[in-house]
Every structure is written in structure tokens, then in C-alpha cells.
């Protein structure tokens, strides 16, 4: 690969000159600027390097794609074996450490990174396999929990009854808001439940809530946590990225197994209280959704500076381009009981009715032509090479977006709110 030793050099200098500046919100005006420019100079050459030998990159990381590298894994072989490609491992963590706002932004280096292996078909089809199969936690776990039917997951609960696998979110300390951990768990419970044989349909449901607010209620997902997002607690390659890549995937996609096959399963969603956000971006990939009447949808994420995942691919066939606008560029938000609201859930019903019509549901869900007829409706749908090829254009924009000024204007205004509402209730 020419070219691979100028960059690394490169990367090197740069690196070098922005760690020996002070912290950014200490440098004076000819020192942002510095730094400013030592980022795009190496961004740009980084991006020039990947724009003609990603696929070769990634052969080299995976050994000709004979090696399934998860997503932190191939940033450490590249780090290790092709060194200035990505940022170095330093650099990045120093950068974890911080704000967000506090940052120089290397991350968006490996969202040019990620989206450059997506781009390649080769590539990307491979890396996207790597992430659909079952995760090493959910490994560890799976023959525990075909023997028992339960698991805990610290933010997640599964427990298996009659061919039925509840997946309950308990993330009650932010409304069941999106994190880390919770990806984690999340992921892992969706493996649990797509490589056991005993359970026949999944149905992710919110726990009940000790908020002051909502206490004694459940809620369905609050979407990203934005107060880890502020605080540098939510990754690109972590959360943003693996979310998609893992079990929004496999809920839709299924896992691959070790014999090459698919493992899917229908899955059902219940609506207590909203969807807000990655939760209402969640309920496009399932398979029927119930929500109780006083609930409702919206997607923020413009509102917020960000993109909502994967939902700008999926909500046009599910709402039509217009409602799809609204939800998405407007911010509206719908309630369950407005018409509009059929085009998201398949069942409204009183609140207090909730565990009665989930319980249908799932049963519904539980036929033998069920799983053949999905898998149909999903590969006319969603063929995987149209999924590829939007996410190597989101790692790209929902690295930028991150690190965007605008931004962190509204998480640091959110964070003075928050902390205005916290001094009036003490």
C-alpha cells in the first residue's frame, strides 16, 4: 500500500504537536488554531490513504478476511499493524477521558475509518457478518441460559416462558435512555434469545420506573442518554456504531451461526409510556408493536444535532416520505391514539390492558409460517448491500455531527436546564 509509511510519519507529527499543546480549553487563539489544522491535515490524508486502499487495509487486518475482527478489535490491529491509519491509541484515550466539548475530535477519524471499510463490498459485507454473529458475552452465557430460561443482565432482563422470551429494559436511573451498558446487555440478550432453540419470539418490553415522575409506571425508552453523550461516556465505536451493527441488526437480520446459516425469530415490541428517540428507532425493525394509549412516538435527533441511526433508512417505507419528514427534520411527535399512529404500532390498548394484549400478541407471533413469511418481507425490504451502503455514510456524518459546534451548544444549554431544575427542587 503506498503511501502507508508517508501517513504514518505523518500521523506522528501531528498527533505529537496537538498532545503537547494544552488542554483545549486552556490554548490561546494561535494554538486552537494549530491544533485546528494539525486535525484536518491528518483527517484529509487519512481519508485519502482509506479512499484507495480500504478494502486492502482491511485484508491486511483480517488476514484475508480468514480473521472476524469486532469493531474495537480491528481498530487495534490497525493501530498495531498500520499505524497512523487510525488515531493512536494515546490519542484516543486522552480524548475518552474528556467532555466531549473538551475535544479534539480524533473519533471522526474512525468514523472515516469504519466508513471506508463499509463502502468497499467486499469489506463491509464481511465486517457487517463479523457483527452479526452472537457476541463472547452472550457465548459465555448461552448454555446457562438454555438449561434455566433466565438471564440478568444488569440492565436487562430475559426470562423465557412457553416459547416466549421477555426481554425487559430496568435502566431506571435515566428512563431507560440508551447507554454503553445497556448496548451491551441489549445485544447480548438479543443473541441469547436468537441462538435458543426454546424460545420461539422475542418481545422487548420497558420495566417499571422508580423516577420520581414515572414511579410505579413502565416506560419503553427515553432514547440516547444525553447527559453520558455530554460527558464523553457514548463512543462512536462502542455504542453508535455497534448498535447498529449488532442487535438492531440481528433483531432484523438475525444472527449468523457457526454453519454459516441465519438464526431469526419474530420479535414484538410493547410501548409503555414513549418511544422516544433510539426507542422509536428500535420499533421499525420489529415485527408488531403494541402500545398502550396514553404512550407516544418521536425522533429528536435533529433537534438534538445528530443522526437517529439507522431510522432515516427504514421510516420512509414504514410512514411515506412526508410523515417520515415531520417525524424526522420537525420533530413531531405522535400520539398513539392520533391516526398517524397506525402506521407505527400494529395495536392500541388501555394502559391497564397492556399485559393481556402483549400476551396475544406474542402469541400471534408464535406460528410455524410466521418466521418464513418475515424473512421474506425482510430481504425484499432491507437487502443487506442497501444496509452497508447507508452505514459507511452514517459512520462518516454521525462522527462529523458529533463533534459539530452546534451540538455541543445544546448538550451544555440541556446540562444548565438540568442543573436549574435540580437547584428548584432542593
Same mark, same amino acid.
Given at each position: ?25 486552556? !490554548?490561546?487563539?494561535?494554538? !486552537? ?44 490491529? +490497525? ?59 452472550? $457465548? ?49 440478550? $438479543? ?16 420495566? $417499571? ?39 438492531? *441488526? ?52 435533529? =433537534? ?21 419528514? =415531520? ?12 391516526? +398517524?399512529?397506525?402506521?407505527? *404500532?400494529?395495536?392500541? $390498548? ?11 400478541? +406474542? ?11 418475515? !424473512? ?42 438540568? =442543573?436549574? !431544575? ?5
Amino acid at each position: 500500500m503506498t503511501g502507508a509509511v508517508r501517513l504514518r510519519a505523518l500521523a506522528a507529527d501531528l498527533e505529537g504537536l496537538v498532545a503537547a499543546l494544552p488542554a483545549r480549553r486552556l !490554548r490561546s487563539d494561535g494554538e !486552537r488554531r494549530a491544533a485546528e489544522a494539525a486535525v484536518a491535515e491528518l483527517r484529509a490524508a487519512r481519508r485519502r490513504f482509506l479512499d484507495r486502499h480500504a478494502e486492502a487495509v482491511y485484508d491486511r487486518l483480517t488476514d484475508g478476511r480468514t480473521r472476524r475482527l469486532r469493531l474495537p478489535e480491528l481498530v487495534a490491529a +490497525a493501530q498495531r499493524h498500520l499505524p497512523g491509519v487510525v488515531p493512536a491509541a494515546p490519542a484516543l484515550a486522552a480524548e475518552r477521558s474528556l467532555p466531549l466539548s473538551e475535544r479534539d475530535g480524533w473519533e471522526v477519524d474512525l468514523g472515516g475509518f469504519f466508513g471506508a471499510i463499509l463502502g468497499s463490498p467486499a469489506a463491509g459485507e464481511h465486517l457487517i457478518a463479523t457483527m452479526r454473529a452472537p457476541c463472547p458475552r452472550a $457465548v459465555e452465557l448461552i448454555e446457562g441460559f438454555r438449561a434455566t430460561g433466565v438471564a440478568d443482565l444488569s440492565t436487562v432482563t430475559v426470562a423465557r416462558a412457553d416459547g416466549i422470551a421477555h426481554l425487559t429494559i430496568h435502566n431506571e436511573g435515566c428512563l431507560n435512555a440508551e447507554d454503553e451498558q445497556l448496548a451491551d446487555d441489549m445485544e447480548t440478550a $438479543v443473541d441469547l434469545v436468537l441462538t435458543d432453540p426454546l424460545s420461539r419470539v422475542g418481545v422487548l418490553r420497558g420495566g $417499571v420506573m422508580r423516577h420520581p415522575r414515572y414511579r410505579g409506571r413502565r416506560v419503553f425508552s427515553a432514547g440516547l442518554n444525553l447527559t453520558a453523550l455530554r460527558a464523553g461516556r457514548i463512543s462512536l465505536v462502542g455504542f453508535l456504531l455497534r448498535r447498529e451493527l449488532t442487535y438492531v *441488526c440481528k433483531i432484523l437480520h438475525g444472527a449468523l451461526t457457526d454453519g454459516g446459516g441465519t438464526a431469526e425469530k419474530p420479535w414484538l415490541a410493547a410501548v409503555d409510556g414513549f418511544a422516544i428517540g433510539g426507542g422509536m428507532q428500535l420499533l421499525l425493525v420489529f415485527d408488531r408493536v403494541v402500545a398502550a394509549d396514553d404512550a407516544y412516538f418521536s425522533l429528536p435527533a435533529a =433537534q438534538e444535532g445528530i443522526v437517529p441511526g439507522a431510522a432515516n433508512l427504514r421510516l420512509t417505507r414504514a410512514v411515506g416520505g412526508r410523515l417520515a419528514r =415531520q417525524l424526522l427534520l420537525a420533530g413531531r411527535r405522535i400520539a398513539a391514539t392520533e391516526p +398517524a399512529a397506525a402506521l407505527l *404500532c400494529d395495536e392500541v $390498548v388501555p394502559a391497564d390492558a397492556m399485559d393481556g394484549a402483549v400476551a396475544s400478541a +406474542a402469541r400471534l407471533l408464535d406460528a410455524p409460517a410466521v418466521g418464513a413469511n418475515r !424473512r421474506m418481507l425482510r430481504v425484499a425490504e432491507e437487502p443487506p448491500d442497501l444496509l452497508r451502503r447507508y452505514l459507511a455514510e452514517f459512520a462518516v456524518l454521525q462522527a462529523e455531527r458529533l463533534y459539530s459546534a452546534d451540538v455541543h451548544s445544546r448538550l451544555e444549554e440541556r446540562e444548565r436546564a438540568r =442543573q436549574r !431544575r435540580s437547584t428548584m427542587s432542593q
